[in-house]
C-alpha cells in the first residue's frame, strides 16, 4: 500500500512520465482494476476501511489520527472491538507481519495479531534518518525511510516464507514531507516535462497548507521521486520471493490508501486538499492490483466499480478463510471477478469524510455536505473532469433524486446517524483547516 498516491501516476494507469516497471510488471502479469476507489480520500479512516470492511461512521475515525491519537500515552487502539481480516488471518495459522506506516493508532505497538512490527510512530514524517520502532524497540535508522521499509519486508520474508505468511507493506511514499529522495530516484526526472500534472489555476477553496506546491516544479519533482523510491523496493521484495522460490505461490495485491490531486481541478492535495472537502475522482480513485501466477490470469483488465470497504471480505474470500459475521460490515467480495466469472454487480460506491457524503453510479456522483456548505452532482461522462456542477439543473432533477434517495437509504441502513450530527460518530481530536479564499456558497 502507498500514501497519497492517485491511479493517475503510474504507468500501467496511462502516465509515460512515471518510472514504475516493477508496479507495471504486476500490472501486466496479474489483473488490473480501472475504478478503484478508497471510501475516504484520507489516511487513517481509509486505512480503517481496509481493515474492517466499515465506514467511518461504523468505525470511528473521520479524519487522520493527530500525532497524539497516533502515539504515546494520549492514544488508543482505534481498531479495538471491530474484527480486523489480518486478525482473521493470525488466527487462521498465518504468519503475519506488518512494516511501515500504520497510523491507526499506538503505532509503536504490534497489534492486530502482527508478530513482526516496524513503524515509525506517529504516522509520517522525514524521509532522511527517521526512527522506527523493531518489535518494540526503537532504532535510529541512517538513509532513506523507503528503503528500510523495503529491508525490513525481506527481513520478514527471510524468516516465515517457509510456512503460510502474510505481510502487509504499508509505504510513507508519496506523502510529503518532500524534504529527501536520493538521487538514483530522482534521475528519472531530472528533465521531466511531468506531463500528467495539470497546471490548473489554483482552486478557490484550496488548502492553504499545502497551497505552496501549486504548480512548483520542485513538488512534482519530489512526489515523483517518492513514487519511483516506492516501485523500486516493491521490485526488491517481488525478487526476493523469487529467491525463496515462493513467488508463483504468493499473491500480491497493490493499491493505495488514497488518491491524490496533484494540479488536478486546480488542487494539490487529497480529500482535506480543499475547505470544503472534497470529493474528486483523483482524490478517491487509486491504484488496485492482483497478481497471482497460480490462479489470476496475466493481462486482465477489471472494470466493477470497487471500494475499499470492500478489500475485506475479498481477501478472506480469496484466501477460503472465513470471518464472524458482522452487520454492520458494508464491503462486498469482488473475489468472482479475479477467477474470471462476471457475478451481479451494482455499480455504486459510497463515500464518507466527517460532514462530507457521496454515492457514485456509473455515470453520476451526488455529494451532500452539511448545511453551511454547497452539495455538488457531477455528470462524469459528459463531464469527467468535474467542472460543471448541476445540482441546480433541471435536466438532472430525476437522476438527483434516485440519488440522494439512495445515499440516505443506504447511511440509514448501516446505522450512521444524520449528516448533521456525524460528529457523535467519533472521539478523535480534529484538525481545523483553512481555504486560500473564503469558499462562496
Not at 514531507?177 to 511531468?194: A, G, I, L, M
Not at 519511483?228 to 515462493?246: I, K, S
Not at 478463510?321 to 460490515?329: F, K, L, W
Amino acid at each position: 500500500m502507498t500514501d497519497d498516491h492517485g491511479a493517475w501516476s503510474l504507468g500501467s494507469y496511462g502516465c509515460p512520465d512515471m518510472h514504475t516497471p516493477n508496479v507495471d510488471a504486476l500490472a501486466t502479469g496479474g489483473a488490473r482494476f480501472t475504478r478503484a476507489y478508497a471510501c475516504t480520500p484520507v489516511c487513517s479512516p481509509s486505512r480503517m476501511s481496509y481493515m474492517t470492511g466499515k465506514i467511518p461512521s461504523q468505525h470511528g475515525v473521520q479524519d487522520w489520527l493527530i500525532p497524539e491519537d497516533s502515539y504515546g500515552p494520549q492514544s488508543r487502539r482505534w481498531l479495538e472491538g471491530h474484527t480486523t481480516y489480518a486478525r482473521v488471518l493470525a488466527s487462521n495459522g498465518y504468519s503475519t507481519g506488518m512494516v511501515g506506516k500504520w497510523h491507526m493508532g499506538h503505532d509503536d505497538e504490534a497489534q492486530e495479531g502482527f508478530s513482526y512490527w516496524y513503524s515509525v510512530p506517529g504516522g509520517g514524517g522525514t524521509y532522511k534518518d527517521a526512527e522506527f520502532v523493531k518489535n518494540g524497540q526503537h532504532i535510529k535508522t541512517h538513509g532513506y525511510k523507503t528503503d528500510y521499509v523495503g529491508d525490513s519486508a525481506i527481513e520478514f520474508l527471510d524468516r516465515s516464507y517457509k510456512d503460510p505468511f502474510f505481510l502487509l507493506v504499508p509505504f510513507y511514499a508519496p506523502h510529503t514531507p518532500y524534504d529527501y529522495q536520493p538521487e538514483e530516484y530522482r534521475q528519472y526526472y531530472n528533465n521531466s516535462t511531468f506531463s500528467c500534472f495539470p497546471d490548473t489555476p489554483m482552486h478557490p477553496w484550496q488548502n492553504a497548507g499545502t497551497a505552496s506546491f501549486h504548480g512548483s516544479r520542485a513538488a512534482k519533482h519530489a512526489y515523483s521521486a517518492l513514487i519511483t523510491g516506492m516501485d523500486a523496493n516493491v521490485g526488491r521484495v517481488v525478487r526476493r520471493l523469487e529467491e525463496l522460490r515462493v513467488r508463483d505461490s504468493t499473491l500480491i495485491v497493490f493499491t493505495a490508501d488514497q488518491g491524490w490531486c496533484a494540479g488536478h481541478h486546480g488542487v494539490w492535495g487529497k480529500g482535506n486538499g480543499t475547505w470544503p472537502f472534497n470529493l474528486y475522482e483523483e482524490s478517491l480513485r487509486v491504484p488496485l492490483i492482483w497478481n497471482h501466477a497460480a490462479r489470476i490470469r496475466p493481462g486482465t483488465t477489471l472494470n466493477p466499480l470497487v471500494s475499499s470497504y470492500d478489500y475485506f471480505p475479498t481477501i478472506l474470500e480469496y484466501l477460503g478463510v472465513t470471518a464472524p459475521q458482522d452487520p454492520a460490515r458494508v464491503g462486498r467480495s469482488y473475489a468472482p471477478f479475479l477467477a474470471g466469472k462476471k457475478p451481479p454487480w451494482r455499480n455504486r460506491l459510497f463515500h464518507e469524510y466527517e460532514y462530507v457524503r457521496g454515492v457514485r453510479s456509473e455515470n453520476l456522483k451526488y455529494i451532500e455536505r452539511t448545511k453551511e456548505w454547497p452539495s455538488e452532482l457531477y455528470d462524469l461522462e459528459a463531464d469527467p473532469g468535474e467542472t460543471s456542477n448541476r445540482i441546480n439543473d433541471p435536466a438532472y432533477r430525476r437522476q438527483l433524486q434516485t440519488l440522494r434517495e439512495d445515499l440516505h437509504e443506504f447511511y440509514h441502513k448501516v446505522g450512521a446517524p444524520d449528516i448533521e450530527d456525524w460528529q457523535s460518530t467519533t472521539k478523535q481530536k480534529l484538525t481545523k483547516y483553512k481555504a486560500v479564499a473564503a469558499p462562496k456558497l
